[in-house]
Each structure stands twice: as structure tokens, then as C-alpha cells.
């Protein structure tokens, strides 16, 4: 048998680290794993065993509560339990997902609060109050594994987080990473008394409800983050009183690497914060008319360590973005350090802003005298409502295929990597996990 499936002889640490490395992505934007495919675990007696064996493999659940499965007495939650059997003393990474008709029911909540010790990374999604003051019915000294805590659409409108009794139990110092969005918030006041205590936060994702009061002196000092490495900011639609310029003044990270800005009409960013002068990576995204043309010029201008921008073009001067890009003969080239690039789309697709590109793409990833451009990522609409034309000018006037073909030609005979998505309809790049691989 080991000689015509040499798997099947592996050491039992060793088939342990390969069935951990099988676990599929949980269906969010932060990427949490999975259920382990525990069907692995039938193949045979000793990769049963190896798996068993291997508590790390049983520590990551994705649970959604339906109405179906909301009393428990189901093949969901017994599974559920013995996950929590099998992974033993191991730190836990869940997903608690709940349908809109489930809310007040705790089935799995109350389920996994005995295993609090045990918590680790923590995504509730679509929770109400009912859930989330069940959630901080626990003390701080509860939760000593807690470092990452994400919660999407979630209502914190209850008196409960008006009267300051909600999350209070939560150890917010400790947590690492903080991800909170598509969340309504009856007190804004709340949201960033919850931020002052995030003081060893390194990823940060927020999407704000309202203005911070610093009182009538306006002598607040800025909420002091000494390790955060990324930050996700953006201003909920409905909020008063704040833009993005002056939220950025509110904080204090003097270690930031990485900015994923959701725009709203009326942002602007210049002069740029001094802070920020050090990124390495920069995510425009939202409504990006925000972004004038001296705006790309001070942020291309002032932050000369980029090296991972992308950018929401439907409302911006692509054909201007990508000419500072690419570097007048007469000009210095500016981002000099920039190793990829990613854009959505722009219109129209051809003519001036497309020429601009190609020379830029030409003139990026050839360079004589800085840092090269190792990867550029388009994404393009394929129905012309996305550009808002009719589908007889994006045949006759835009010509995406012609964009396409030229993009193909520089990546086919140049060997360049440059990406192209056909088919994207709504790319969401404040979503997505800023990750390390062009710093």
C-alpha cells in the first residue's frame, strides 16, 4: 500500500501540516479558514489517525444559524461540537454568521462561550443586539487568547451600547487586529470610545458613524496607535460633521505602512499629513472624485516610499494619473520605489488615457534608473452599464477589445506580469486584506 501511495506512510506530524494546509477560505473578505475537509480524514486508518492526532485541524469553524438549524438539534451543530472536541486545548478561529430571521435566538453562541479561553479570532457577521449583549456577558480575564475581533453588519443601536454596558468586558487593549464595517451605530461617541482603547492594535478597519467631539477647546490629542501597520478608514454616507482629511488628524501612527481610504465627494487629502509620508502601500478607493488632479500630484509628489498603489479610476483623470506615472521628459518620475499597480476602470477606454497607460506600463516596467514595476492589475466591467454607454458606443467607441489585445501584447512579447479582469463588476479593494508581498 506505502509503496503505490507513498502518502499514505507520511509521519503523522507531517500529514497533519499537509491536511492544514487543504483548509479551504471561509466565504468573507477577511479570508478566515474553514471547516477542515474532515472527508480527509476517511481515506484510510493512518490518515485518520494523523488527523485526530492534529488538534490545529479542528480549530476553525464556520457556522451560519438559520432558522432551520437555530434549536441545535441538527447535523450543523453536532458538527460543530465535535470540532470543539477534537481541537482540544487549541486557540479557536471562528465564524459566527447569523440570518436575519435567527436574531434572538444563542444556540451557538452559548455553545462556543465555553470555550472562551480558547477564543482567538473572532468574526461575528450580521449579529443584533440580542447576540452582542449576550457576547459581553463574560469578564476580560475570559478571554486571554483574544487578539482579532471582526464584526460586519451589526447593529449597535440598543440601549445597551448607549449606556456603555455592551463590549465593556471585551480586553480591547490586546486585541492585534480590529475590523468593524457595514455596522449602524445610534451613538458615534461609542465607536471611537472603543478606538481609544485599542492601543496594540496592527490592522484597523473602520467605517465611521459620526464625528469624534474634542469638546469646545478642540484640545483633544490625537488617539495614539504606536504599532499600527494597516489601516482601513472610511465615512459612513449619512455622516455629519467629518470628512477624511480631518479624520486622519485624529490618530497618531507613526508606524504605518499600509492606507486603504474609502472617499466620499468633498474629501480632499492635501497637503498631505506628514505621517503618512512613509507608506508603502495606498488604497484610493469609493467615490474617487474625490481625488482632484492636485491631489494625485501632492500624494505621487510627497509620498516617495510607495510601493503598492491601487485606485478607483471612474471618476478620476486616469489619463493624468497615468502620465505622472510614466514621467514627463522634463520631470522627475514620480513614486520611484512603486512595484504594483492596480486600477479598475475608467472611460472612455481608449484614446488619450489609454495611450497614457500603455507609455507608462513601457516605461515602468523598463526602468533604468528606479525601482522596476513587477505587477499591474486591471479591471474592467464586460457590460457596457458599467460605464454607463449603450451597448452600440462601447462597441463602436470604446473598443475594450483593442485595450485588451494591447495589454495582451505587452504581457505575451515582453513577458511583463500584467493582469487583466475581464469580467469584474463591483471590485471592492477597501475590503480586501492589505497583505506584505510589495513591501
Known amino acids: 500500500m506505502s509503496s503505490i501511495y507513498p502518502a499514505a506512510s507520511f509521519p503523522p506530524e507531517i500529514l497533519g501540516e499537509i491536511f492544514l494546509a487543504s483548509i479551504p477560505a471561509v466565504g468573507n473578505s477577511d479570508d478566515l479558514p474553514a471547516y477542515f475537509p474532515y472527508t480527509i480524514s476517511h481515506v484510510c486508518r493512518h490518515w485518520r489517525t494523523s488527523a485526530l492526532a492534529?488538534?490545529?485541524?479542528?480549530?476553525?469553524?464556520?457556522v451560519e444559524q438559520t432558522q432551520e438549524n437555530q434549536e441545535g438539534d441538527c447535523a450543523e451543530f453536532f458538527l460543530m461540537e465535535a470540532y470543539l472536541e477534537r481541537s482540544g486545548n487549541h486557540p479557536l478561529t471562528f465564524r459566527l454568521a447569523y440570518a436575519y430571521?435567527?436574531?434572538?435566538?444563542?444556540?451557538?453562541?452559548?455553545c462556543l462561550e465555553r470555550h472562551t479561553g480558547r477564543w482567538q479570532n473572532v468574526f461575528l457577521e450580521n449579529p443584533?443586539?440580542?447576540?452582542?449583549?449576550?457576547?459581553?456577558?463574560?469578564?476580560?480575564?475570559?478571554?486571554?487568547?483574544?487578539?482579532s475581533f471582526v464584526c460586519t453588519r451589526c447593529d449597535f443601536s440598543s440601549d445597551a451600547v448607549e449606556d456603555g454596558t455592551l463590549f465593556n468586558p471585551i480586553?480591547?487593549?490586546?486585541?492585534?487586529?480590529y475590523h468593524e464595517y457595514e455596522s449602524s451605530w445610534s451613538d458615534p461617541m461609542r465607536q471611537w470610545e472603543i478606538l481609544t482603547q485599542l492601543t496594540n492594535v496592527v490592522d484597523l478597519r473602520v467605517e465611521f458613524s459620526g464625528e469624534y467631539d474634542i469638546g469646545a477647546e478642540g484640545k483633544e490629542s490625537p488617539f495614539k496607535m504606536p504599532r499600527l501597520r494597516f489601516a482601513s478608514l472610511a465615512i459612513d454616507k449619512d455622516a455629519e460633521g467629518v470628512d477624511m482629511k480631518q479624520l486622519l488628524k485624529r490618530f497618531d501612527f507613526p508606524c504605518i505602512q499600509g492606507l486603504n481610504l474609502k472617499l466620499v465627494d468633498g474629501d480632499g487629502l492635501s497637503p498631505v499629513p506628514h505621517q503618512l509620508k512613509r507608506l508603502k502601500i495606498l488604497?484610493?478607493?469609493?467615490?474617487?472624485?474625490?481625488?482632484?488632479?492636485?491631489?494625485?500630484?501632492?500624494?505621487?509628489?510627497?509620498?516617495?516610499?510607495?510601493?503598492?498603489?491601487?485606485?478607483?479610476?471612474?471618476?478620476?483623470?486616469?489619463?493624468?494619473?497615468?502620465?505622472?506615472?510614466?514621467?514627463?521628459?522634463e520631470s522627475a518620475v514620480l513614486a520611484p520605489q512603486l512595484r504594483a499597480l492596480r486600477t479598475t476602470d475608467f472611460k472612455p477606454v481608449a484614446g488619450a488615457a489609454l495611450d497614457a497607460l500603455l507609455r507608462m506600463l513601457r516605461q515602468r516596467f523598463a526602468p533604468v534608473e528606479y525601482t522596476r514595476l513587477e505587477r499591474f492589475e486591471f479591471f474592467l466591467g464586460a457590460e457596457p452599464y458599467i460605464l454607463d454607454v449603450s451597448r452600440e458606443e462601447w462597441?463602436?467607441?470604446?473598443?475594450?477589445?483593442?485595450?485588451?489585445?494591447d495589454l495582451e501584447s505587452l504581457r505575451v512579447h515582453e513577458g511583463w506580469d500584467i493582469r487583466v479582469h475581464k469580467d469584474w463588476l463591483q471590485h471592492d479593494f477597501w475590503k480586501e486584506e492589505m497583505d506584505e508581498e510589495f513591501l
Open 54 to 62: 492534529f488538534p490545529k485541524l479542528w480549530s476553525f469553524l464556520d
Open 101 to 110: 430571521e435567527t436574531m434572538h435566538y444563542q444556540t451557538y453562541l452559548e
Open 128 to 147: 443584533d443586539y440580542y447576540a452582542l449583549e449576550h457576547f459581553a456577558q463574560g469578564e476580560p480575564s475570559d478571554y486571554p487568547l483574544l487578539r
Open 171 to 177: 480586553p480591547w487593549a490586546q486585541l492585534e487586529r
Open 283 to 329: 488604497r484610493l478607493c469609493g467615490s474617487s472624485s474625490a481625488i482632484s488632479n492636485p491631489d494625485l500630484l501632492a500624494l505621487l509628489t510627497e509620498i516617495e516610499t510607495l510601493t503598492d498603489l491601487a485606485v478607483e479610476l471612474r471618476c478620476v483623470d486616469s489619463a493624468y494619473l497615468f502620465e505622472l506615472l510614466g514621467g514627463a521628459p
Open 395 to 405: 462597441d463602436a467607441k470604446d473598443k475594450p477589445s483593442t485595450m485588451f489585445n
